[in-house]
């Protein structure tokens, strides 16, 4: 879903999810891209960004497996252990 029109918006998006919660894993994909834009998400906290359109899904597809086994990381040096349903 497209949630907002304006490219910056992207950057206050970024910011205020990382104010709520720090250790969340925000990943941008957009189709506004320039290296300054990139800069600015990756300065308010975004951990990968993918303009569209992909030129490789995989890269995607592994963008966010690394970001589950980051969280999945965190959680178990927190001591919360797996995640629930997990073998």
Same mark, same amino acid.
């Given at each position: 879903? &497209? @949630?907002? &029109?304006?490219? &910056?918006?992207?950057?206050?998006?970024?910011?205020?999810?990382?104010?709520? +919660? !720090?250790?969340? +894993?925000?990943?941008? #994909? =957009?189709?506004?891209?320039? #290296?300054?834009?990139?800069?600015?998400? %990756? $300065?308010?906290?975004?951990?990968?960004? %993918?303009?569209?359109?992909?030129?490789?899904?995989?890269?995607?597809?592994? $963008?966010?497996?690394?970001?589950?086994?980051?969280?999945? &990381? @965190?959680?178990?040096? #927190?001591?919360?252990?797996? %995640? !629930?349903? =997990?073998?």
């Amino acid at each position: 879903a &497209r @949630l907002f &029109r304006s490219g &910056r918006d992207g950057v206050k998006l970024v910011t205020r999810i990382k104010e709520m +919660n !720090p250790v969340c +894993n925000v990943m941008i #994909m =957009t189709a506004y891209s320039n #290296m300054s834009y990139l800069l600015d998400c %990756f $300065a308010a906290g975004a951990c990968d960004y %993918f303009a569209k359109p992909f030129q490789d899904i995989d890269l995607v597809v592994e $963008a966010v497996k690394g970001s589950i086994e980051r969280v999945h &990381r @965190l959680r178990m040096g #927190m001591g919360f252990g797996d %995640f !629930p349903g =997990t073998p």
